[in-house]
């Protein structure tokens, strides 16, 4: 049996379409039997690139509309001849039209049997009509295909159904698929019943099989899969015999042409199904031919003499010499297009779409190398067919066709071999999708775009590997399922893939580069807008070093200034002028000319020139040229002046102006590439579907041609996601500023010397109650009685409290304090190819230091030092967070002294400048050899004695530090220059996670393409682990608030960048609350869920609503699949109501709605496809709204799209449902995932918070309780969103450290502080959660400090400006109640700042 | 006016017969360039392109021009004719099938024409196809009709897919008409518009019917006189 097991597990490994030579016989060239032409359909088939048989309109919920029954064959005239009924099931739609060719060529020909067959789609059993026919199709049939069976959830839908019928089949063929769906396999007496019982011992094995060797494993298994078939041959046995025939029989489906198919059918049929077998006795057994197959990987033609070419040298001995000067190609001069294409189709001859780009790149003067594997591993043939004799790369650009990762395909991926592949061979490589679920109009109708398990697998995996770029490029036809090309997605393909060829073909000083710079939101202090970036002093980064390697940039300035003026005109204009320096003026004749698109913008815009981006009779470009290189800046979104198209910006499109700029770059410029400069701009977010853009979607008209590449900052990987997928960017990422702590100032400075001296004389009777009587003085100075339990200040004094109250008072008040000094801060800004100072590498160091990481053997340096005194970490941070002064005391001195040990790390690699060059390791110094000997310790263990723990042990701190040393190195690396330049001269951009470096380290070193992560794979085990541990908290301190009854309902908030950084932690969070329990499949993927029981879960099922930022939507519609069937799953589970509240609300909700309790039982809500964000925040950064009603409108009007995982395929406007689901919410509920992106760094917190909303729904008119969870340290916490606000407004607006940071870098500077302001009365606006004293505070240190407000004024008067009228706002809103006094100050100062601006 | 199909493939028959004399015979080339072909019964129905087509023929005669050269041996005479009788579903994919024979893709042992083939295929050949097609439609199909279409269309193969009718609307959803099942193509002269016929596939590739109107053939006005 051992044999079937093997087999088994290398069916398992190889997932897909794999083929293996089967003799020597058949390899070479020939397709014996099959002539090139057999198999093309009767003459040249038609242009038709559409389905015949879906039916119009758009998709009716599912995903996919297709009938089955269209690909029914039914015997003509069975002549007497026992019929076998064939039933199959698979992914790939291309078998079809051999399937049915094959069982027409048996009815026709067979002398012995006829068959009837009828095929589904893997994915149209989701459809219930259709499964219920599937149902009844095999319950008649004799024989059951089924391959690639990958889905879980469709795998459990075939089980069910073929399962029973087991017995009753005359056999069952399963090839690679899910092991349950494997374990159906009958032919004879063998069988995979065995396989996958203890699935842990398959995929060990494979691990570490894989771990070996790479996918190298993969190959062997081919290797044995080559011999098996004959080895079974000479096997005398029965059971060998049946092995056999199904090692044929998978020989022969890999084959796939409709002979192959034929012969399959023949030898089952005369073997297994009995009218057969009994009709035939006597007779002679038609011998089935050997099956015939091509070369494992070749390379292929669709006009050359052989159908296959085994060796690059024998394909260019024909393609260079025959081909080429016939298609009128220069071999010398034309660039290369390397092609990736799947085996099947070649099998299958479904090649038409491959056959279009090949067609639409020669016939563009290009050269083409198009190859194949029969595995799921392509890097064999890159490395073998992509390099000429002497080792050179052949190709300049790769296209990939299958949409599948490079090695592993669908089934287990090895992205570290792939990237290290396509790193070698050094070439820009896309990853072209053709769309499998869906029929071409289903694409082409949904809002959603391409369907959402094929983002999973052919946009997410390849992404990983380094992909860019995924353009649909085919469809299916329904009723024979062979693949149509789509026209123009196929003519784009090509431009783009040459485009990005000539980007290493063109010299240096040829290439024209646009830089394109943002306005977000559209204001003239905005210009050069950037997540952390100092914009203009990366730009004269990237200047100098285009013009090292020979680009022309003119006469380009030298300084960060004079750039900054040559594009904002001249160094008066930013005071004196609203203008920018105009680039160029386009007439609107020219325009329209230019612009395909114009005439559909007018709907929305008017006939252009419209007055955005114009001077009333042109259209103007904003920028500046230099030699070679155009600085612009995109235009905004165009909400600006007209704030209630907010409320309708669902149909927008990008106005005239817009169009205009990017119509500049690539026809009148003619750029060659577009470098989009930081986080973000607007051009990703134009109207369009989500995922796979078609020629109508706007990013897609926008960037037409242009390579472009989009510097991103690393800790933003979900809307570079956006990003890549939308606009087609490849990204490069860059550090965010390195954060360091908080620190303290003022008042809190004062308090923490308080404390420190409290803690000497606390013993002492006479001084101790004195300093405790200050401290309470200075901590309500500091308004700390919003945060801590303080005792009345008039009435209380410590003299006449215990020693043991006063030592709880003081814990109390240091807890908050150091939670506020230890609190990271991003710094200042970040310069394109600055690493960080050696100072600002200790802060992060200390921070990854902090986190256990268990997975690596990596023990945290506080649990280290804690262990070294006997204590556990986890203790001391629960006393600390309960405000035991011993517990705050120590564990702000084990903070102390695990920045001491990594100080003393960094120290050895630090220079004079204070600068990290070269990182030298304390393990491999002779000192640190000899100090061993003589008993000396490592400076860093030396530090951590020093500062008060002489038991630590050296010992244990050995992998901690080697980790810290390499993440070190990892953080100065600097390759943000090096990764720019690698995209623009056309080199291939090495891959890497994005996220937050702290998390995870290997989003370091930044410079690179950043990618998601598997979207299968969350939320991840320990992720689960960690959300259960948060709902734990979060229900205590709800319970607590709440007479220790538990909340009803959780509003949820969830993001896209969230997820990914804490690998679904806050989606995992959702589905404990409900109770139910993410399941894992056998590969690792989570696509199911199930109840846990109410009896193990032990409290009621809380009710959620869960509010899906767009991003989180185009990034993990799959779990909001999840989601939407748990709580389902919950509101349909007979329990009492008030152990269920989501059955008791979805109960009333029916009725109320008179809905199924299904259908009411809709609680996961996001956008409508397409479009993003509540527009809230915009709304408040422009000012123009009236009343908190409208922003409350514009809310739920937005968000209320609900997903239901009946209909998946669309996002339903539910704005109902979603209403009676918030009305019943006692608590709103965010995470807070990284401390460089907090809630008042950016808007999107407050965009999508529903406090005020949830407040005017409740028929009590309550307002809910406002949580936050922070997760940004080891010592995870719960706070109320007022805390929160408050934690952050003392640690960024109103810290100096901060503000003098942001100061120091300029302009920017001044825009940041004034961000975090607008974005505090965000707050106020969404949900009430601002103190007075913030805006106090804030008034007191910008604008009352006349040397400050003059500092403001004079860096940068038009974002000051805004900070004048964001303090007159808040106060006129009643956010802020303050004096008379100062009020006049502010309107005179900003009558004042007007006149400046407006030059007067 | 009506005519069976039987009718019409018996002029086809004719016709093909005359072609052969008129390369046999020299006296036959004083003839008229044409053959009456009358119909001999007229009863069965018809498609309705063909009734169309017969029904606008006033004097109830179609004529077929016989005097159709071609540089490879290739018979027109099946095209004539069922352009001649308006059965535009078959010229159609006469038209198609030719391109193959003509651009010596069969010979390659392809049954599709790659855009590489296009070269080859003989100024003549395509003259000869182009007069019938413009004859009959009068003026309004044919390559040259395309090739007009296409300039107008600045190279934007959609634009120029929607400029001669090969595209249509499902609700908002612009898609390519279907070809197989059944086919959403015009078969009518009047109904169509300019350009839409005749139908060149674009399952592989843009870059064949590209090739064909940039075939030497249309650089002037030679192709129209008659031989």
């Known amino acids: 049996m051992v044999h079937f097991r093997t087999a088994a597990i290398a069916l398992l490994a190889m997932g897909a379409t794999t083929a293996w030579q089967p003799s020597s016989t058949s390899t070479g060239t020939?397709?014996?039997?099959?002539?090139?032409?057999?198999?093309?359909?009767?003459?040249?088939?038609?242009?038709?690139?559409?389905?015949?048989?879906?039916?119009?309109?758009?998709?009716?919920?599912?995903?996919?509309?297709?009938?089955?029954?269209k690909r029914r064959v039914i015997p003509e005239d069975p002549r007497g001849r026992p019929t076998m009924k064939v039933v199959y099931v698979v992914l790939e739609s291309q078998y079809q039209s051999s399937m049915t060719a094959a069982v027409k060529r048996i009815n026709a020909g067979s002398d012995n049997m006829a068959v009837e067959c009828v095929g589904y789609l893997l994915e149209e059993l989701r459809n219930n009509d259709a499964f219920e026919q599937f149902k009844k199709d095999v319950n008649e049939a004799d024989i059951f295909i089924g391959s690639l069976i990958f889905v879980q959830e469709l795998a459990e839908k075939v089980v069910e159904v073929v399962q029973p019928r087991r017995d009753q089949l005359d056999a069952v063929l399963i090839f690679p698929s899910m092991p349950e769906v494997m374990r159906l396999n009958k032919v004879g007496s063998f069988t995979m019943k065995n396989l996958g019982q203890s699935k842990s011992v398959i995929s060990d094995f494979m691990k570490k099989k894989k771990q070996e060797d790479g996918s190298s494993f993969e190959e062997g298994m081919l290797k044995l899969l080559r011999t098996l078939p004959k080895v079974l041959k000479f096997l005398p046995s029965d059971k060998a015999a049946d092995a056999r025939t199904f090692m044929m029989s998978f020989q022969y489906w890999l084959g796939g042409s409709p002979e192959n198919l034929e012969s399959l059918l023949t030898m089952v049929g005369q073997d297994y199904v009995a009218p057969i077998k009994a009709s035939m006795e006597g007779k002679e057994k038609v011998v089935a031919a050997e099956p015939v197959l091509l070369p494992d990987k070749a390379i292929w033609h669709p006009v050359a003499p052989s159908i296959v070419f085994e060796n690059n040298q024998k394909y260019f001995e024909w393609y260079n010499n025959e081909f080429c000067p016939d298609a009128g190609i220069d071999t010398k001069t034309a660039p290369t297009i390397g092609i990736i294409l799947q085996k099947s189709h070649i099998n299958t001859k479904d090649d038409t779409h491959y056959v279009s780009l090949i067609s639409e790149l020669e016939s563009r003067g290009s050269r083409v190398v198009a190859i194949y594997s029969g595995g799921l591993d392509f890097s064999g043939p890159v490395e073998e067919y992509f390099y000429d004799a002497s080792g050179k790369p052949i190709v300049d650009t790769v296209i990939n066709l299958t949409g599948f990762a490079l090695v592993g395909g669908p089934a287990s991926q090895d992205h570290k071999k792939a990237a290290a592949v396509l790193k070698r061979l050094n070439r820009p490589y896309m990853c072209a999708v053709p769309l499998v679920f869906q029929s071409f109009e289903e694409w082409q109708s949904s809002e959603l775009g391409l369907h959402p398990i094929q983002v999973a697998l052919q946009v997410s995996?390849?992404?990983?590997?380094?992909?860019?770029?995924?353009?649909?490029?085919?469809?299916?036809?329904?009723?024979?399922?062979?693949?149509?090309?789509?026209?123009?997605?196929?003519?784009?393909?090509?431009?783009?893939?040459?485009?990005?060829?000539?980007?290493?073909?063109?010299?240096?000083?040829?290439?024209?580069?646009?830089?394109?710079?943002?306005?977000?939101?559209?204001?003239?202090?905005?210009?050069?807008?950037?997540?952390?970036?100092?914009?203009?002093?990366?730009?004269?980064?990237?200047?100098?070093?285009?013009?090292?390697?020979?680009?022309?940039?003119?006469?380009?300035?030298?300084?960060?200034?004079?750039?900054?003026?040559?594009?904002?005109?001249?160094?008066?204009?930013?005071?004196?002028?609203?203008?920018?320096?105009?680039?160029?003026?386009?007439?609107?004749?020219?325009?329209?000319?230019?612009?395909?698109?114009?005439?559909?913008?007018?709907?929305?815009?008017?006939?252009?020139?419209?007055?955005?981006?114009?001077?009333?009779?042109?259209?103007?470009?904003?920028?500046?040229?230099?030699?070679?290189?155009?600085?612009?800046?995109?235009?905004?979104?165009?909400?600006?002046?007209?704030?209630?198209?907010?409320?309708?910006?669902?149909?927008?499109?990008?106005?005239?102006?817009?169009?205009?700029?990017?119509?500049?770059?690539?026809?009148?410029?003619?750029?060659?590439?577009?470098?989009?400069?930081?986080?973000?701009?607007?051009?990703?977010?134009?109207?369009?579907?989500?995922?796979?853009?078609?020629?109508?979607?706007?990013?897609?008209?926008?960037?037409?041609?242009?390579?472009?590449?989009?510097?991103?900052?690393?800790?933003?990987?979900?809307?570079?996601?956006?990003?890549?997928?939308?606009?087609?960017?490849?990204?490069?990422?860059?550090?965010?500023?390195?954060?360091?702590?908080?620190?303290?100032?003022?008042?809190?400075?004062?308090?923490?010397?308080?404390?420190?001296?409290?803690?000497?004389?606390?013993?002492?009777?006479?001084?101790?109650?004195?300093?405790?009587?200050?401290?309470?003085?200075?901590?309500?100075?500091?308004?700390?009685?919003?945060?801590?339990?303080?005792?009345?200040?008039?009435?209380?004094?410590?003299?006449?409290?215990?020693?043991?109250?006063?030592?709880?008072?003081?814990?109390?008040?240091?807890?908050?304090?150091?939670?506020?000094?230890?609190?990271?801060?991003?710094?200042?800004?970040?310069?394109?190819?600055?690493?960080?100072?050696?100072?600002?590498?200790?802060?992060?160091?200390?921070?990854?230091?902090?986190?256990?990481?268990?997975?690596?053997?990596?023990?945290?340096?506080?649990?280290?030092?804690?262990?070294?005194?006997?204590?556990?970490?986890?203790?001391?941070?629960?006393?600390?967070?309960?405000?035991?002064?011993?517990?705050?005391?120590?564990?702000?001195?084990?903070?102390?002294?695990?920045?001491?040990?990594?100080?003393?790390?960094?120290?050895?690699?630090?220079d004079s400048n204070g600068r990290v060059k070269e990182v030298k390791s304390v393990f491999d110094d002779l000192s640190g050899f000899f100090g061993k000997l003589t008993g000396a310790k490592k400076p860093y263990t030396q530090a951590i004695i020093n500062a008060g723990f002489p038991q630590i042990d050296e010992s244990r701190l050995e992998n901690l530090m080697g980790y810290l040393e390499f993440c070190l190195k990892q953080i100065v690396a600097n390759n943000e220059l090096g990764g720019i330049m690698e995209l623009l001269n056309g080199d291939f951009l090495m891959p890497a996670p994005g996220g937050d470096p702290i998390r995870n380290p290997d989003v370091l070193p930044t410079g690179r393409n950043m990618h998601a992560l598997d979207p299968s794979s969350i939320p991840t085990k320990a992720a689960v682990d960690v959300s259960e541990d948060v709902v734990r908290k979060l229900l205590e301190r709800l319970k607590q608030d709440n007479g220790g009854n538990y909340p009803e309902s959780i509003a949820f908030t969830l993001w896209g960048t969230d997820n990914i950084k804490t690998y679904g932690e806050s989606l995992a969070q959702v589905l404990a609350l409900v109770g139910v329990r993410p399941v894992a499949d056998s590969l690792g993927r989570v696509n199911k869920v199930e109840l846990i029981p109410l009896e193990e879960l032990g409290r009621p099922r809380i009710d959620v609503v869960v509010s899906c930022s767009g991003v989180f939507r185009d990034l993990f519609i799959n779990q909001m699949n999840l989601m939407d069937r748990g709580i389902k799953m919950a509101a349909e589970a007979d329990e009492p109501l008030e152990m269920n509240f989501v059955r008791k609300h979805a109960l009333d909700q029916a009725k109320e709605l008179g809905v199924s309790l299904r259908d009411a039982a809709c609680r996961v809500f996001s956008n409508s496809a397409g479009s993003y964000s509540a527009n809230v925040g915009l709304a408040i950064e422009n000012g123009g709204w009236e009343s908190e009603n409208q922003l409350q409108e514009q809310f739920l009007t937005r968000k209320g799209f609900a997903f239901n995982a009946d209909k998946p395929g669309m996002m339903e406007q539910q704005a109902e449902l979603f209403k009676t689901a918030l009305k019943t919410v006692d608590c709103t509920f965010q995470n807070l995932d990284s401390s460089e992106i907090s809630i008042t760094d950016v808007s999107h917190y407050y965009d999508s918070d529903p406090t005020k909303v949830v407040q005017g729904l409740r028929d009590d008119k309550k307002k809910p309780m406002a949580l936050m969870a922070d997760t940004t340290t080891a010592n995870a916490q719960v706070r109320t969103l007022a805390e929160t606000v408050r934690l952050d407004a003392r640690t960024k607006l109103l810290n100096p450290k901060f503000y003098e940071g942001m100061l120091s870098t300029g302009y920017e500077g001044v825009r940041e502080i004034q961000k975090r302001l607008r974005n505090t009365m965000g707050w106020s606006a969404t949900a009430g959660e601002v103190d007075n004293f913030v805006f106090e505070d804030a008034n007191a240190v910008f604008i009352e400090d006349r040397e400050m407000q003059q500092r403001l004024l004079d860096t940068n008067p038009n974002a000051f400006r805004d900070m004048v009228t964001t303090f007159l706002e808040a106060n006129g809103r009643g956010y802020w109640e303050t004096s008379e006094e100062n009020i006049e100050r502010l309107q005179e100062l900003y009558a004042e700042v007007e006149d400046r601006i407006e030059g007067v | 006016m009506k005519l069976s199909r039987a009718t019409i493939f018996t002029c086809a028959v004719l016709a093909s017969s005359s072609l052969v004399s008129a390369f046999t015979t020299p006296s036959f080339a004083a003839r008229p360039t044409s053959v009456v072909c009358r119909p001999m019964t007229a009863t069965a129905e018809a498609t309705s392109a063909a009734e169309e087509a017969a029904s606008s023929s006033e004097d109830a005669e179609i004529q077929i021009p016989t005097n159709l050269p071609s540089a490879c041996g290739m018979d027109y005479v099946p095209l004539a004719t069922m352009l001649a009788t308006g059965d535009l579903v078959a010229a159609d994919q006469f038209t198609r099938d030719a391109l193959i024979e003509i651009s010596g893709a069969k010979a390659k042992g392809r049954n599709f024409v790659y855009f590489t083939d296009v070269k080859n295929i003989p100024s003549t050949d395509l003259a000869t196809m182009e007069r019938l097609w413009n004859k009959f439609s009068k003026g309004k199909f044919g390559y040259s009709v395309q090739k007009k279409k296409w300039n107008q269309s600045k190279g934007d193969f959609e634009v120029f897919c929607r400029k001669i009718g090969w595209t249509t609307t499902d609700g908002e959803v612009e898609r390519k008409k279907r070809w197989f099942g059944a086919s959403e193509f015009i078969y009518d002269v009047k109904k169509a518009p300019e350009g839409h016929l005749p139908l060149t596939s674009a399952l592989r590739g843009t870059s064949l019917i590209k090739s064909l109107l940039k075939h030497p053939v249309w650089d002037n006005e030679d192709w129209k006189k008659e031989p």
């Open chain 1, 461 to 910: 995996l390849p992404e990983i590997d380094g992909a860019i770029e995924p353009i649909i490029f085919a469809g299916r036809e329904g009723a024979t399922g062979r693949s149509v090309p789509l026209a123009d997605r196929v003519n784009l393909l090509a431009d783009r893939a040459l485009k990005w060829a000539n980007l290493r073909i063109k010299p240096a000083a040829e290439k024209k580069i646009a830089v394109t710079i943002f306005s977000f939101p559209p204001d003239k202090g905005n210009v050069g807008t950037a997540a952390y970036l100092d914009v203009f002093d990366s730009i004269k980064a990237v200047l100098a070093e285009l013009k090292k390697q020979g680009y022309d940039i003119g006469d380009a300035p030298d300084t960060k200034e004079q750039i900054m003026e040559a594009v904002l005109n001249d160094p008066e204009a930013r005071i004196s002028s609203p203008e920018l320096n105009v680039a160029y003026r386009m007439s609107t004749d020219e325009y329209y000319e230019l612009t395909p698109y114009a005439k559909d913008l007018e709907e929305n815009w008017g006939p252009a020139p419209g007055n955005l981006n114009s001077d009333g009779q042109n259209l103007v470009v904003y920028g500046k040229q230099f030699g070679n290189v155009f600085i612009g800046v995109q235009p905004s979104f165009g909400y600006e002046g007209d704030p209630m198209r907010l409320l309708f910006a669902k149909s927008a499109s990008p106005h005239h102006g817009f169009a205009a700029y990017y119509t500049y770059l690539e026809k009148i410029f003619k750029a060659d590439a577009v470098l989009h400069f930081g986080t973000h701009g607007s051009l990703e977010f134009m109207p369009g579907k989500q995922v796979g853009m078609s020629g109508t979607c706007y990013p897609d008209r926008l960037i037409s041609s242009l390579p472009s590449a989009y510097l991103y900052a690393a800790n933003n990987p979900s809307e570079a996601t956006i990003a890549k997928r939308r606009s087609y960017s490849a990204t490069v990422s860059y550090l965010t500023p390195p954060a360091e702590n908080a620190g303290l100032y003022k008042g809190l400075k004062e308090l923490k010397e308080l404390i420190s001296s409290y803690q000497g004389l606390r013993e002492n009777e006479g001084r101790g109650p004195a300093i405790v009587n200050s401290i309470l003085s200075t901590a309500y100075t500091c308004n700390l009685d919003k945060d801590v339990e303080l005792p009345n200040l008039e009435t209380y004094d410590s003299a006449k409290d215990t020693p043991e109250n006063r030592d709880k008072l003081v814990g109390a008040v240091y807890s908050q304090i150091m939670q506020i000094e230890s609190r990271l801060l991003p710094c200042g800004l970040h310069t394109v190819g600055v690493p960080p100072t050696a100072e600002e590498a200790i802060a992060t160091l200390v921070n990854i230091a902090q986190l256990d990481r268990p997975e690596d053997k990596i023990e945290s340096l506080p649990r280290a030092i804690a262990a070294s005194i006997g204590r556990d970490i986890n203790d001391i941070y629960r006393g600390n967070n309960n405000g035991v002064l011993d517990d705050v005391e120590l564990n702000a001195k084990i903070v102390d002294a695990s920045r001491a040990a990594v100080r003393a790390l960094v120290m050895q690699s630090t």
């Open chain 1, 30 to 69: 020939s397709f014996a039997g099959l002539s090139k032409a057999s198999f093309r359909s009767k003459s040249a088939l038609p242009m038709v690139v559409t389905d015949p048989t879906t039916t119009s309109g758009p998709m009716a919920g599912a995903f996919t509309a297709n009938n089955a029954d």
